[in-house]
T-cell receptor, first 111, second 110 residues
Framework: SQTIHQWPATLVQPVGSPLSLECTVE??????LYWYRQAAGRGLQLLFY??????ISSEVPQNLSASRPQDRQFILSSKKLLLSDSGFYLC??????????FGNGTRLTVT | RKEVEQDPGPFNVPEGATVAFNCTYS??????FFWYRQDCRKEPKLLMS???SGNEDGRFTAQLNRASQYISLLIRDSKLSDSATYLC???????????FGKGTMLLVSP
């Protein structure tokens, strides 16, 4: 079965600082990978998804970017964080028709 | 109109109660359906898939009504540990990923 590793679990960053969140997946090959964000009291918002190495689709215009340098590695980045970037960031994967499986998430607070 | 709509709740019920959540979806190209559970400050986890004929998993029963475009989740004999937010999730043909409702919060009290 798939296992998703996300780190760090919590992060506090000042406005204007860079961001790099990493997600790695075990137990699967060529998965579809996703980055979601959940703001406090809000629903899940899809940020990026990838169907293969180097293939990134952006769902929402952001000051964020994503990269997939390896089959089971998905990275979320920002050059300059905004206060509105605070939230719960979730990496997720699917393989074939399997349901979406989430990592433990990173809780980001931008101060 | 939102793709997937749920009553946000919270639903406050005593232990042992039966509680039902409904969810409506607007896109007729929706082809598969799920209920996820999200505990406070945790990631969502798959609770159960929803099949056309309805399906049951212990105290949980899921139903799908394609004609009316709604999905339901019934929880019998509620436990304190059932307290969580329940997310209705739809897979729409042609969409890149699942579409999530905002969730219904359930609070089970002693």
């Amino acid at each position: 079965s798939q296992t998703i590793h996300q780190w760090p679990a919590t992060l506090v960053q000042p406005v204007g600082s860079p961001l790099s969140l990493e997600c790695t997946v075990e137990g699967t090959s060529n998965p579809n990978l996703y980055w979601y964000r959940q703001a406090a009291g809000r629903g899940l918002q899809l940020l990026f998804y990838s169907v293969g190495i180097g293939q990134i689709s952006s769902e929402v215009p952001q000051n964020l970017s994503a990269s997939r340098p390896q089959d089971r590695q998905f990275i979320l980045s920002s050059k300059k964080l905004l206060l509105s970037d605070s939230g719960f960031y979730l990496c997720a994967c699917t393989e074939g028709n399997s349901p979406l499986h989430f990592g433990n998430g990173t809780r980001l607070t931008v101060t | 109109r939102k793709e997937v709509e749920q009553d946000p709740g919270p639903f406050n019920v005593p232990e042992g109660a039966t509680v039902a959540f409904n969810c409506t979806y607007s896109n007729s190209a929706s082809q598969s359906f799920f209920w996820y559970r999200q505990d406070c400050r945790k990631e969502p986890k798959l609770l159960m898939s929803v099949y056309s004929s309805g399906n049951e998993d212990g105290r949980f029963t899921a139903q799908l009504n394609r004609a009316s475009q709604y999905i339901s989740l019934l929880i019998r004999d509620s436990k304190l540990s059932d307290s969580a937010t329940y997310l209705c999730v739809v897979n729409i043909r042609g969409y890149s990923t699942l579409t999530f409702g905002k969730g219904t919060m359930l609070l089970v009290s002693p």
